[in-house]
């Protein structure tokens, strides 16, 4: 009956030192997915964050604006819970910010109309909630989009109405001077094709 009794405490202090190693180890694999998930929210914010300061620098953003914008990704967990899919939400929802504003100060550089873009940056900032409770899942998956939207600037500034102008007025001196070039033209092509 001792014999029972004495296997039957061994076995039980066994499986109990067993479960304490299996959940120790499972708090640890925990605590590292946590650091992982930390690490990676750490760097998209600073990654986002250097790119608003960089715009700042340029003077694309104003200074004052430039918190309003940390906050997009600054509050993102302020309501929402902290887990896979919304991480990859606000990767996605911080690279589109970020490669809209890029692509369009390009295309205004080009342009030479950067302060229309500054003056669009200054809306969509006008636009942004100032309560932390605010930045929900509705605003990250239906207000942003549409406000990042409309920070497109015009693809040309009215550049395409003086050239037409220019080249209707060569037309015209050259119709006046040779009406008889157009036919040999004419001609010229025909026997090219």
């Known amino acids: 009956m001792t014999y029972i009794v004495f296997v039957s405490i061994v076995l039980l202090i066994t499986i109990l030192g067993v479960y304490m190693v299996i959940e120790n180890n499972r708090q640890k694999a925990r605590d590292a997915e946590k650091k992982i998930f930390n690490e990676r929210v750490k760097d998209i914010t600073s990654l986002y964050k250097r790119k608003i300061a960089e715009y700042v620098d340029c003077k694309l953003i104003r200074p004052k604006?430039?918190?309003?914008?940390?906050?997009?990704?600054?509050?993102?967990?302020?309501?929402?819970?902290?887990?896979?899919?919304?991480?990859?939400?606000?990767?996605?929802?911080?690279?589109?910010?970020?490669?809209?504003?890029?692509?369009?100060?390009?295309?205004?550089?080009?342009?030479?109309?950067?302060?229309?873009?500054?003056?669009?940056?200054?809306?969509?900032a006008a636009e942004l909630p100032s309560a932390g409770i605010a930045y929900n899942?509705?605003?990250?998956?239906?207000?942003?989009?549409?406000?990042?939207?409309?920070?497109?600037?015009?693809?040309?500034?009215?550049?395409?109405?003086?050239?037409?102008?220019?080249?209707?007025?060569?037309?015209?001196?050259?119709?006046?001077?040779?009406?008889?070039?157009?036919?040999?033209?004419?001609?010229?092509a025909d026997v090219i094709n």
């Open 65 to 124: 604006h430039a918190p309003k914008f940390n906050a997009i990704v600054g509050n993102f967990f302020v309501v929402q819970a902290h887990n896979e899919e919304n991480l990859a939400r606000l990767e996605r929802v911080s690279e589109h910010l970020l490669s809209q504003v890029g692509s369009e100060l390009n295309k205004c550089r080009s342009n030479d109309t950067v302060d229309l873009l500054t003056e669009q940056l200054f809306l969509f």
């Open 137 to 188: 899942k509705n605003f990250y998956t239906e207000i942003l989009p549409a406000l990042i939207s409309r920070i497109q600037t015009p693809d040309s500034f009215e550049q395409i109405e003086p050239e037409p102008e220019a080249s209707s007025e060569s037309e015209q001196a050259s119709h006046d001077g040779n009406e008889q070039a157009t036919p040999q033209s004419r001609q010229a």
